[in-house]
C-alpha cells in the first residue's frame, strides 16, 4: 500500500439501491460479472484486523487529503486482466467529517465522492470501480478516517461503460454548477415532490441512453428522510435509493433505467437539496434485470415479498443469521450465479455491521452495510448464489432487514457444502433473560401480568441493567408455559391444559417483533414431556422457539399437581432431546435451547446419563426461591458442567432481597439463561 498526496483520479460506479436498469423482456448477458464464492478483505487501515491474504492491514487512519494506492489485480481471486471490479468501501470511525472517493490509479480524481462520513461515523457503501495503472485502485480520503474495502467480483474490460469523468447532471443548491448548464440551482426540493431529470443525450451520455450509473448525494435540511430514483414512466417503488438523517449530508449511487423520453424522476420525502452526478452506463451484455425491483425479504410484520415467503420474520437479533432462498423466486432463474441486491437495515435497535454471502460458504470477514443505533440505511450488494441458490444474511446488528432484488449475473453459483448458513452457539453468543408465565393466569410468573405486547415493554426494561452489564449481547425472551399443570384431573385425566395455538403464536408474532426468543415451557401433569412437546411442533420448527421442561409438574400415575414435587428421568429428557435435535437437522435451523428445571436433587434422576447434541444448547436451570444464601445453595447443587450451560430463576414475590443483574453476574458459573417470575 502506497500513500500520496498527488491526487488523481477516475471513473467509477458508486453503487447504492439499484432500480430496474430494463423494463420488459431482454437477452441474457453474455459478459457478465464474475463473483468470488464470498466477498474477501483486501484492506484495513485498523491495527490487529485481518484481510484475505495477510497484506495491506494497519497502518492507522488516513490523513486527510490523501491518496492510497491499493494493488486489486492478480489478489484474492482477481485477474490479473480484471477490467472493473466491484467492492464495498467501509469508511470507519472517521475524526472530522470529509468524503472518500475511489477511482482507477493513473486517471484525475472526478469531483465527485463515493461516501460521505460525519465525525465518528462509521459508513459503508457499494462501488464498481474501473481498475487503473499497474492493477491498482486508488481511494482518496478529505478526513481522517479508517479505511476498509471488500471485494466482490470482477467484470471483464468491457463490462462497464464508464465516462471519462463523472458528470454533474443536477445540483439544486446556490453557486452550483453542472456540466452543461441545465438543472443548476433550482432550489431545495420540497418533501413529497418528484423531480423529472433530463439524462439522454447530456454530458457525453448517448441518446437513447441504457441504465445509468448515478451518484446521488442529499444535503439535507431539518428532516430525516429518504430519496427514491426511478424511471419516469414506471411507478415508484417501495424501495429506497438513500436514507438520510436530519442535517445529514450523504452520498449512494442508484443504477436507473432512462424512460424512453430520456429521464429519470427523483423522489424525495423531505425537504432537501439533491446533486446527481453520471458516472457510467452498463451495456446490456452485463447484467439480466427485472422488470421492476422484487421483495425478498421483510422481517416486518408484513405481506410485502413478492410469493409471501420471507415476510414478519420478525426484528433480527444481534449476531443472528438468516437464510434467504433467491434463485427460483421473483424471477430470478435457478440457473443464476449470482445477484444484484438491496439490503436495508431498518431503525437498527443497536450498531453493528450485517453481512451477505453464499449459503454453504463460511461467513467472510466482510460487511456490506454499517449501521448506528436508530440508523435506516440501505446499500447494494452484488453477491454469488450459494447451496440450493440461496444467500446467508448475517445481522451483527440488531435491526429489521428488507431485501430487493433487482438483477441477475449468469455464471456458476459458488462450490458449497449442503451445509446451512453458520449460526452461532446461543451460549456464550447471548446472555438470556425471560419473563416467565402465561396470560391464562396473571398468577402464573410475570409474563401473564400483561398483555402480550405490554409484557414487551417490560422486558425490554428488565433487560437494561443486563444489557449495562454483561459482557455479551442480551437476547429477550417470552418463557410461554405452553402446557400448564392443573389441579384437577380434566376430561382425559391427565392434569394439564394445553395452550391453543393462537395462544402460542400470538405470543411468537409479538416476540418476533422485538427481536426476543420464544422457550415453550413444558407441565406435563400425569402426561410425559415428549407426547406434550410434540403436541408444539408446527412451533418447533421454527428458528427462534425452544422448550423448557419443568419436572417439578410431571406427575406419576397416582400423583396430583401441586401435592408433591415431581421428578423426570434423565432418559426422557434424552428422547425430548433427540426429538429436537433431529427437527434442528432436518430444518437446518440454527442451535435450538433446551431447558430443565431444577431445584432439588431428586428433580433429574440419573442426571449424568443427559445429553447434549450439537444441535441444542441444553441448560439446567435453578427454579428455586428463597433468601440469597438458600438461592446460591440451591445452585451449587443444580450447576453443571459443558457442554451443559447453567440457568437462574428470580422470583419477584417469594425471594427475599432479589439478587441483582451485576449480583448474578458475578456468580461462578455466571449463568447464561436468567428468567424473573
Keep these: ?64 487529503d490523501t491518496t492510497i494506492e491499493l494493488p486489486i489485480a492478480g489478489r484474492v481471486g482477481v485477474p490479473e486482466t480484471a477490467g472493473a471490479v466491484a467492492l464495498n468501501l467501509t469508511a470507519v470511525n472517521a475524526e472530522q467529517e470529509g468524503f472518500v472517493t475511489a477511482f482507477p490509479c493513473g486517471e484525475d480524481r472526478p469531483n465527485a465522492s463515493n461516501l460521505n462520513v460525519g465525525d465518528g461515523g462509521t459508513i459503508a457503501g457499494g462501488a464498481f470501480v474501473r481498475v487503473g495503472d499497474a492493477g491498482q485502485i486508488c481511494l482518496y480520503t478529505s478526513a481522517v478516517t ?39 440551482r433550482i432550489g431545495q426540493r420540497e418533501a413529497g415532490s418528484t423531480l423529472e431529470l433530463d439524462v439522454a443525450g447530456r454530458a457525453g451520455l448517448p441518446d437513447p441512453t441504457p441504465p445509468v450509473v448515478l451518484t446521488v448525494t442529499v444535503d439535507a435540511l431539518d428532516d ?12 415508484r417503488p417501495t424501495a429506497s435509493s438513500l436514507n438520510h438523517a436530519a442535517g445529514q449530508t450523504i452520498a449512494n449511487t ?25 458516472a457510467a452506463t452498463l451495456p446490456p451484455s452485463t447484467y439480466a434485470t427485472l422488470e421492476q425491483p422484487r421483495r425478498l425479504l421483510d422481517t416486518r410484520a408484513s405481506d410485502s415479498t413478492v410469493d409471501g415467503e420471507f415476510s414478519g420474520n420478525g426484528l433480527r437479533p444481534q449476531r443472528s443469521t438468516l437464510e434467504l432462498d433467491v434463485a427460483g423466486r421473483a424471477g430470478i432463474p435457478d440457473h443464476a450465479g449470482a445477484v444484484l441486491l438491496n439490503v436495508t437495515a431498518v431503525e437498527a435497535r443497536t450498531a453493528g455491521f450485517a453481512t451477505v454471502h453464499p449459503a454453504g460458504v463460511d461467513r467472510p470477514t466482510a460487511s456490506n452495510l454499517n449501521v448506528a443505533e436508530g440508523d435506516t440505511v440501505a446499500n447494494s450488494v452484488v453477491t454469488r448464489l450459494g447451496s440450493g441458490g440461496a444467500v446467508c444474511l448475517h445481522a451483527d446488528a440488531s435491526a429489521h432487514y428488507v431485501v430487493d432484488v433487482v438483477g441477475w449475473f449468469p455464471g456458476t453459483p459458488a462450490a458449497t457444502s449442503d451445509e446451512a448458513c453458520p449460526s452461532p452457539p446461543l451460549f456464550p453468543t447471548y446472555r438470556m433473560v425471560a419473563l416467565y408465565g402465561t396470560d391464562a393466569s396473571d398468577q402464573l ?10 409484557a414487551a415493554d417490560r422486558l425490554r426494561e428488565v433487560m437494561q441493567p443486563w444489557e449495562q452489564a454483561s459482557d455479551r449481547p442480551v437476547l429477550g425472551t417470552f418463557e410461554l408455559i405452553a402446557t400448564i399443570a392443573t389441579a384437577a384431573p380434566g376430561d382425559d385425566g391427565l392434569y394439564r391444559s394445553v395452550s391453543p395455538s393462537d395462544r402460542v403464536q400470538r405470543y411468537l408474532d409479538v416476540a418476533r417483533q422485538h427481536g426476543f426468543y420464544l422457550v415453550l415451557d413444558i407441565q406435563p401433569g400425569r402426561s410425559d414431556f415428549l407426547t406434550e412437546v410434540q403436541r408444539y411442533e408446527e412451533f418447533l420448527r421454527e428458528p427462534d422457539v425452544g422448550v423448557a421442561l419443568d419436572p417439578e409438574w410431571r406427575m406419576g400415575p397416582d400423583e396430583v399437581p401441586g401435592q408433591l414435587v415431581g421428578q423426570v428421568s434423565a432418559a426422557e429428557v434424552n428422547d425430548v432431546a433427540r426429538y429436537l435435535a433431529d427437527i434442528v437437522a432436518d430444518e ?24 447434549a447434541p450439537p444441535e441444542l444448547a441444553v441448560n439446567i436451570h435453578m427454579d428455586g426461591f428463597g433468601t440469597r444464601e438458600m438461592k446460591l445453595e440451591t445452585y451449587s447443587v443444580t450447576r453443571i458442567d459443558p457442554p451443559f450451560s447453567n440457568g437462574f430463576k428470580l422470583f419477584y414475590d417469594e425471594d427475599i432481597d432479589i439478587f441483582g443483574a451485576a449480583d448474578v453476574l458475578e456468580f461462578d458459573p455466571v449463568p447464561d439463561f436468567v428468567s424473573y417470575q
Excluded at 428522510?225 to 426511478?230: C, I, R
Excluded at 410468573?445 to 405490554?454: C, D, F, N, V
Design 1 to 64: 500500500m502506497r500513500t500520496t498526496t498527488a491526487l488523481a483520479a477516475v471513473s467509477v460506479l458508486a453503487l447504492g439501491a439499484v432500480v430496474p436498469a430494463v423494463a420488459g423482456a431482454q437477452d441474457e448477458p453474455a459478459t457478465s460479472l464474475s463473483p468470488l464464492d464470498a466477498p474477501r478483505r483486501v484492506l484495513d487501515t485498523r491495527d490487529g484486523a485481518s484481510t484475505a491474504d495477510g497484506e495491506f492491514v494497519g497502518g492507522g487512519p488516513t490523513e486527510p
Design 146 to 184: 479508517h479505511l476498509v474495502v471488500d471485494v466482490a467480483g470482477h467484470f471483464p474490460d468491457d463490462g462497464v461503460d464508464a465516462l471519462d469523468a463523472p458528470q454533474r447532471l443536477l445540483d439544486t443548491r446556490e453557486a452550483s454548477a453542472t456540466a452543461d448548464g441545465q438543472f443548476e
Design 224 to 235: 430525516p428522510g429518504y430519496v427514491t430514483v426511478f424511471p419516469c414512466d414506471d411507478q
Design 254 to 278: 442508484s443504477v436507473s433505467r432512462v424512460d424512453d423520453q430520456g429521464r429519470i424522476c427523483l423522489y424525495t420525502s423531505a425537504d432537501t437539496h439533491l446533486i446527481v452526478d453520471a
Design 445 to 454: 410468573g410475570a409474563l401473564g401480568e400483561q398483555t402480550p405486547e405490554e
Design 588 to 611: 437446518g435451523l440454527p442451535q435450538k435451547l433446551l431447558i430443565v428445571h431444577q431445584f432439588q436433587d431428586r428433580m433429574i434422576t440419573d442426571r449424568d446419563q443427559l445429553i
